[in-house]
Protein backbone atom coordinates (compact mmCIF):
# COMPACT_ATOMS: atom_id res chain seq x y z
CA UNK A 1 0.00 0.00 0.00
CA UNK A 2 1.94 3.43 -1.32
CA UNK A 3 1.14 6.02 1.40
CA UNK A 4 0.72 9.67 0.05
CA UNK A 5 3.04 12.35 1.21
CA UNK A 6 1.68 15.60 2.09
CA UNK A 7 2.51 18.94 0.55
CA UNK A 8 4.48 20.23 3.03
CA UNK A 9 6.62 17.13 3.88
CA UNK A 10 7.47 16.65 0.41
CA UNK A 11 8.65 20.01 0.09
CA UNK A 12 10.95 20.01 3.04
CA UNK A 13 12.32 16.47 1.78
CA UNK A 14 13.03 17.90 -1.35
CA UNK A 15 14.79 21.11 0.17
CA UNK A 16 16.44 18.89 2.35
CA UNK A 17 17.81 16.55 -0.66
CA UNK A 18 18.98 19.65 -2.56
CA UNK A 19 21.06 20.47 0.35
CA UNK A 20 22.50 17.37 0.32
CA UNK A 21 23.39 17.31 -3.15
CA UNK A 22 24.96 20.41 -3.12
CA UNK A 23 27.55 18.72 -0.58
CA UNK A 24 27.87 16.01 -3.14
CA UNK A 25 29.83 13.87 -0.15
CA UNK A 26 29.42 10.46 0.53
CA UNK A 27 27.53 10.21 4.78
CA UNK A 28 30.90 8.33 5.66
CA UNK A 29 34.80 9.44 5.53
CA UNK A 30 35.77 7.81 1.81
CA UNK A 31 39.92 8.30 3.31
CA UNK A 32 38.40 5.00 5.32
CA UNK A 33 36.65 3.19 2.22
CA UNK A 34 38.18 -0.46 1.72
CA UNK A 35 35.62 -2.66 0.50
CA UNK A 36 34.04 -2.72 -3.46
CA UNK A 37 30.97 -0.56 -2.84
CA UNK A 38 31.83 1.97 -0.57
CA UNK A 39 34.89 2.79 -3.20
CA UNK A 40 32.84 2.97 -5.92
CA UNK A 41 30.72 5.17 -3.54
CA UNK A 42 33.65 7.66 -2.84
CA UNK A 43 34.45 7.50 -6.72
CA UNK A 44 31.00 7.90 -8.09
CA UNK A 45 29.59 11.11 -7.71
CA UNK A 46 26.09 10.20 -8.27
CA UNK A 47 26.43 7.25 -5.64
CA UNK A 48 27.93 9.81 -3.01
CA UNK A 49 25.45 11.93 -3.17
CA UNK A 50 22.76 9.40 -3.50
CA UNK A 51 24.08 8.43 0.06
CA UNK A 52 24.19 11.75 1.70
CA UNK A 53 20.65 12.19 0.64
CA UNK A 54 19.69 8.83 1.54
CA UNK A 55 21.96 9.29 4.80
CA UNK A 56 20.13 12.80 5.83
CA UNK A 57 16.61 10.69 5.39
CA UNK A 58 17.84 7.70 7.34
CA UNK A 59 18.99 9.87 10.86
CA UNK A 60 15.99 12.25 10.28
CA UNK A 61 13.76 9.52 10.52
CA UNK A 62 15.24 8.21 13.53
CA UNK A 63 15.60 11.70 15.28
CA UNK A 64 12.20 12.18 14.63
CA UNK A 65 10.87 8.72 15.76
CA UNK A 66 12.68 8.74 19.07
CA UNK A 67 11.53 12.04 19.76
CA UNK A 68 7.74 11.56 19.01
CA UNK A 69 7.68 8.58 21.11
CA UNK A 70 8.51 5.90 17.85
CA UNK A 71 6.34 7.06 15.98
CA UNK A 72 4.32 3.77 14.81
CA UNK A 73 7.05 2.33 16.20
CA UNK A 74 9.75 2.32 13.34
CA UNK A 75 12.30 2.55 15.82
CA UNK A 76 13.73 -1.53 15.24
CA UNK A 77 12.55 -1.61 12.30
CA UNK A 78 14.35 1.39 10.85
CA UNK A 79 17.61 -0.58 12.43
CA UNK A 80 17.02 -3.96 10.63
CA UNK A 81 16.02 -2.73 7.27
CA UNK A 82 19.48 -0.03 7.48
CA UNK A 83 21.60 -3.22 7.96
CA UNK A 84 19.52 -5.24 5.64
CA UNK A 85 20.64 -2.41 2.79
CA UNK A 86 23.86 -2.39 3.93
CA UNK A 87 24.22 -5.89 2.89
CA UNK A 88 22.02 -5.49 0.01
CA UNK A 89 24.46 -2.40 -0.82
CA UNK A 90 27.83 -5.10 -0.42
CA UNK A 91 26.43 -7.41 -2.28
CA UNK A 92 26.60 -4.94 -5.29
CA UNK A 93 30.34 -4.94 -4.91
CA UNK A 94 31.40 -1.97 -7.35
CA UNK A 95 28.42 -2.30 -9.79
CA UNK A 96 27.47 1.26 -10.52
CA UNK A 97 24.08 0.23 -11.78
CA UNK A 98 23.26 -2.33 -8.96
CA UNK A 99 24.32 0.14 -6.06
CA UNK A 100 22.14 3.09 -7.88
CA UNK A 101 19.15 0.88 -8.05
CA UNK A 102 19.56 -0.08 -4.28
CA UNK A 103 20.10 3.49 -2.99
CA UNK A 104 16.97 4.60 -5.19
CA UNK A 105 14.86 1.84 -3.55
CA UNK A 106 16.47 2.53 -0.51
CA UNK A 107 15.47 6.47 -0.45
CA UNK A 108 11.78 5.63 -1.51
CA UNK A 109 11.44 2.97 1.30
CA UNK A 110 12.58 5.83 3.57
CA UNK A 111 10.21 8.11 2.30
CA UNK A 112 7.10 5.36 2.96
CA UNK A 113 8.44 5.39 6.27
CA UNK A 114 8.55 9.03 6.98
CA UNK A 115 4.87 8.82 5.46
CA UNK A 116 3.60 6.51 8.19
CA UNK A 117 5.83 8.10 11.49
CA UNK A 118 4.11 11.48 10.08
CA UNK A 119 0.22 9.70 10.38
Known sequence: ???RLTV?????????AQAASAARAASFDCRRARTPDEIAICQ???????????AMFYHGLRRYTR????AMG???QLKNDARAFLNRRA???ANVPCL???YK???QELLVNWAQAME
Open 1 to 3: MRK
Open 8 to 16: PLFLGLLMA
Open 44 to 54: TPQLSELDSIM
Open 67 to 70: RYGN
Open 74 to 76: LQG
Open 91 to 93: ACG
Open 100 to 102: TEA
Open 105 to 107: ERI
